[in-house]
């Protein structure tokens, strides 16, 4: 079979000969948007709208025999066919070719259900087969699932890059009573990620050249939605925690996974992101930090180094004070990081500056202000665990996911 070209939006909303385009505001999202407890049972139902009769699921094989049998049968009482394949655990392009040989020719959709780089992989798979894709995260702990990319990684973990889609998940499905069911610390995790979204956003929106994920100029409703995005979290995210260690469903919850993934999802999408997703792909060259450490986790502590490097002390403490309220790291000590590390920092410092989006931030940014920035936030963030204690990220990372 022939691979579909790589899809790249700049050459779509922003080429190089036409730079008014770029002045264009463009915001992406999927086609519908399903979160509840139970929806997972609705699966083939919502399936009517895209018309299709045989589809590909991929998930883990745990995933197979826990929630496998569920969305079978909401296919077969919609008289679709489905064919497994068993996601082995990196969004890396091996895996993803493997699983799209399997299932050339065989599906006309491709239903993914898992965390992260499960509904990653499925995104690449069903570009590469040209069909749609529906996404049923089973954690809240990332804001992938409503988004038309995917971040690959080689089969060892590592970064390798973001992959770029035409169309966004025609569907995306969350039942809250699965994210329920998960450990607190995805959850917490997911809060990381979501709390970024609106400072990137802002930082987008304050350049006058920033640009969102298309290459474009964010519209109102996308930093709305990051906005909107961090009054939750700050207002919800400690009761949403404690649903989860309960395994319940309630309204705290509800907000929070919206939060997590619609609001956030579409927020940095369309919003832009800057400095605080940069120091988190950097993390990911540690290993001690990357087999450790879940994705929101490092964005967590990317979030204070960009607010720290804005000058924005008082937001570095409203925010940490937040982190170390849900137990997510809110100095370098808890992402297993020192600031006396040369090596280390400069890793973090290097992996920034190479990362596209920093030219986001509303100011020319150089080595030297992420190294005071990283300095300047870790003193910050180690006083505020200091006041409040850091039971709740012990708590948290006692047994790891
Ligand atoms: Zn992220």
Redesign the pocket.
């Known amino acids: 079979m022939t691979l579909p070209p790589p899809y790249d939006p700049a050459t779509v909303f922003a080429p190089e000969d036409d730079p008014a385009a770029a002045r264009a505001r463009v915001f992406i999202a999927p086609q519908r948007y399903v979160q509840g407890e139970g929806v997972l049972d609705n699966v083939g139902r919502y399936l009517r709208l895209l018309n299709v009769r045989h589809v590909g699921i991929l998930m883990s094989a745990r995933g197979q025999s826990s929630e496998g049998p569920r969305v079978r049968q909401s296919l077969a009482s919609e008289n679709i066919e489905g064919t497994c394949c068993d996601f082995n655990g990196e969004c890396s392009l091996d895996e993803i070719e493997a699983h799209r040989d399997a299932l050339a020719d065989r599906v006309d959709c491709l239903i993914a259900v898992g965390g992260g780089k499960c509904v990653d992989a499925g995104k690449s798979i069903a570009f590469r087969l040209g069909i749609p894709v529906v996404i049923v995260p089973t954690l809240a702990s990332?804001?992938?699932p409503c988004s038309a990319l995917s971040?690959l990684y080689e089969p060892s973990g590592i970064y390798a890059g973001v992959e770029f889609y035409p169309q966004s998940p025609a569907l995306v499905v969350v039942d809250t009573a699965l994210v329920a069911a998960a450990p607190e610390r995805f959850l917490v995790a997911g809060m990381g990620?979501a709390m970024?979204t609106w400072y990137e956003a802002r930082a987008c929106l304050t350049n006058p050249n920033g640009v969102n994920g298309v290459g474009t100029r964010p519209t109102i409703a996308s930093y709305a939605m990051g906005e909107a995005c961090a009054h939750t979290l700050f207002e919800e995210g400690v009761r949403a925690s404690a649903a989860v260690r309960g395994q319940m469903v309630d309204e705290s919850l509800e907000k929070i996974v919206e939060a997590n993934t619609l609001l956030?999802g579409l927020g940095?999408e369309s919003g832009g992101?800057a400095l605080a997703?940069g120091i988190?792909k950097s993390c990911t060259a540690l290993s001690h930090v990357r087999e450790h450490y879940l994705?929101?986790e490092m964005?967590a502590i990317g979030t204070l180094v960009q607010l720290a490097l804005e000058s924005r002390l008082e937001e570095v403490q409203k925010v940490a004070r937040f982190f170390v309220s849900v137990g997510l790291p809110a100095n370098l000590a808890q992402l297993s990081l020192d600031v006396a590390d040369a090596s280390d920092m400069n890793t973090l410092i290097e992996g920034t500056m190479d990362w596209p989006h920093t030219l986001n931030m509303p100011f020319v940014v150089d080595a030297g202000m992420i190294r005071d920035a990283l300095v300047e936030f870790d003193k910050i963030g180690t006083s505020v665990i200091g006041e409040f204690g850091d039971d709740t990220y012990r708590r948290l990372h006692l047994d790891s996911p």
């Open positions: 990332n804001d992938a971040v990620d970024a956030s940095f992101i997703h988190a994705h929101g964005v």
